[in-house]
């Protein structure tokens, strides 16, 4: 059979090619992926390269234009990328940008907030057991760095910008150095500053018990990790609890973990029932961490609520907790959403996607 294309038809091939086949993305070639939007369309068939050239896109337009990090944003990238591959020049610079600023930028001036410490030492700890599977030596420093801003209570001066779930609230902050720590190869959490660490972190939660099922989720999460964390009824509880917020579509929903005030001016109330990126990526992942088998029937609702529920960016949105804004924890949900998959092993592609 003979084959013949117009040129006008290899135009239209041409164009059609998505960003992610195009060259490598860097810090100096990216594309700044457009606003979260509730009204953006769902895609037809779920692509784990959208999601990737999303998250990729998103993470270094953040760590170049805004020269930080955020929890919502490239830290959570650092979590999500090595999942799928991390063999690609977007991870390396947003990694190394992190690995500088723990290096170069807390020597000459010091981290900015506690937070920022937590949230970096946690970043690095579970990029390094994703990648290299060996404590990198900046990591190493990030988490020794944890133990100078605890307070003597056991917990950290954590930023509460009533940004809900992750800059809201102290116990976020403890739960999360927790994690830097069960995260850490090398046996960190075996060392005798991790040890005495932890045993205050055990300390504040005893005082300061979770008080919401978004805290409830992230102390299972730990436990995980870390003994002392909770009983095996406290998790059968909290798995019990989680499994029945599900909705009926199958996902979750982010406000209905926390049930968090929204800003005194927003005008639309929030929505208790919908189901959304954050919340059924998180959930699922912590399910699954806490070992709810892949072909439990909650969670094989759950990643099909994943797979049809992707928009055409590549992305899952999740309306902001706070203020109908910038709406960001659709980045933190999306790469939750990539992480519940690979945890669930189904990052593989059905048939039609792309």
Not at 40 to 67: C, G, I, V, Y
Not at 225 to 253: C, S, V
Request: proline letters at 5%; one cysteine or more; charged letters at 25%.
């Amino acid at each position: 059979m003979r084959l013949s294309f117009s040129l006008a038809t290899a135009l239209v091939l041409i164009s059609a090619v998505p960003s992610w086949a195009d060259e490598p993305l860097t810090l100096k070639n990216y594309k700044a992926p457009a606003e979260n939007s509730k009204d953006e369309p769902l895609a037809p068939n779920f692509s784990l390269a959208k999601a990737t050239d999303f998250l990729d896109n998103a993470a270094l337009q953040w760590t170049d234009k805004r020269t930080c990090f955020s929890c919502h944003t490239n830290f959570a990238y650092l979590y999500a990328r090595p999942l799928v591959s991390a063999k690609v020049p977007a991870h390396d610079e947003v990694r190394k940008a992190l690995e500088e600023m723990v290096s170069v930028r807390w020597q000459e001036k010091g981290p900015r907030w506690d937070a920022e410490v937590v949230a970096s030492a946690a970043a690095l700890a579970f990029n390094d057991a994703h990648t290299t599977g060996k404590l990198h030596p900046v990591t190493k420093t990030a988490l020794d760095r944890i133990w100078t801003v605890q307070q003597k209570d056991g917990g950290f001066r954590w930023l509460k910008c009533a940004w809900p779930p992750m800059e809201n609230d102290d116990h976020y902050g403890v739960t999360l150095a927790a994690l830097a720590v069960g995260f850490a190869p090398g046996d960190y959490a075996k060392t005798d500053v991790a040890r005495k660490g932890l045993a205050q972190v055990r300390t504040w939660l005893r005082v300061n018990p979770p008080q919401n099922r978004h805290h409830d989720a992230m102390v299972l999460w730990v436990s995980t990790y870390l003994d002392g964390f909770m009983t095996k009824k406290e998790q059968h509880d909290t798995i019990a609890e989680l499994l029945r917020n599900q909705r009926p579509d199958g996902g979750w929903n982010s406000a209905s973990l926390g049930y968090w005030k929204r800003h005194r001016d927003e005008k639309v109330p929030q929505d208790y029932a919908t189901a959304d990126g954050y919340a059924t990526g998180f959930v699922i992942y912590v399910l699954r961490r806490a070992g709810v088998p892949a072909n439990d029937p909650a969670i094989g609702k759950g990643v099909a609520w994943l797979k049809s529920n992707q928009r055409e960016s590549g992305r899952w949105y999740t309306r902001s907790l706070y203020k109908d804004n910038k709406h960001y924890l659709s980045h933190a949900g999306t790469s939750f959403a990539v992480m519940a998959l690979a945890e669930c092993q189904a990052l593989s592609k059905p048939a039609g996607a792309d």
